[in-house]
Every structure is written in C-alpha cells, then in structure tokens.
Nanobody
C-alpha cells in the first residue's frame, strides 16, 4: 500500500481556502484528522471507497472530502477557513468497521496508517 504523505498545507487569511491531498491507492476507508496545539486530535471527515462521506459538525458546509480512485488521490477542500481551523492535518487510512453485518467508514474505525501531517495556519 502507498505510504501516506500529505501535501498542500500553508498559511491563509480567514475566509480563504486551502486544499490538502494524500495518496489513496488501496485503502477502503480514509479520513482527515487535525490536532491543534494543546488540544486533542479530532476527526475532520471520512470517505469510503464509494465516495460516501461523514464530517465533523465544525466543518460541515465549509470542508469537502473527495477521493479520485482513478488518480488514487484523497483531497480535502477547505473553504471559508477560520482561525480555529489552525492545526496540523493528518491523512489516515484503515479498514471499515463492521457492526450487525453493516460496514461503516467513520471516526470509530481503527485507522492504522497515518501521514506525517501538513500544517494549516489561518490568520485573522
């Protein structure tokens, strides 16, 4: 499986946009997490191999996760960024969890593969 390596981080003013990318080949369930200084790591969103997504309430309507299976790329489009979005963003991959014979790709999945992170800084 492809090593995870995020790209596209940077610094932007509040209200701006950034796009993060990560290789996605061979992974059934992928996610973006973030960790701000002094805070616990939190989930941003997940996407399964069919493109079904989940999002944290804090980013709904502003962030979009997508995966291009032909290009083997996972992306996180971040619009209307806020200073509180400042964090290290991590790409993660794992196998969907199964409950009552139903497969789920969500924050409860055990993500076993992690990227090294990409810094996103939003200034006011």
């Amino acid at each position: 499986q492809t090593q995870l390596l995020e790209s596209g981080g940077g610094s932007v003013q509040a209200g701006g946009s950034l796009r993060l990318s990560c290789p996605a080949a061979g992974y059934l369930c992928m996610a973006w997490f973030r960790e701000a200084p002094g805070k616990e790591r939190e989930g941003v969103g997940t996407v399964d191999v069919h493109g079904t997504t989940t999002y944290a309430d804090s980013v709904k309507g502003r962030f979009t996760i997508s995966r291009d299976n032909a290009m083997n790329t996972l992306s996180l489009q971040m619009n209307n960024l806020k200073p509180e979005d400042t964090a290290m963003y991590y790409c993660a991959a794992g196998r969907p969890r199964v409950s009552d014979y139903v497969s789920f790709c969500d924050f409860a999945v055990e993500f076993t593969n992690w990227g090294q992170g990409a810094q996103v800084t939003v200034t006011s």
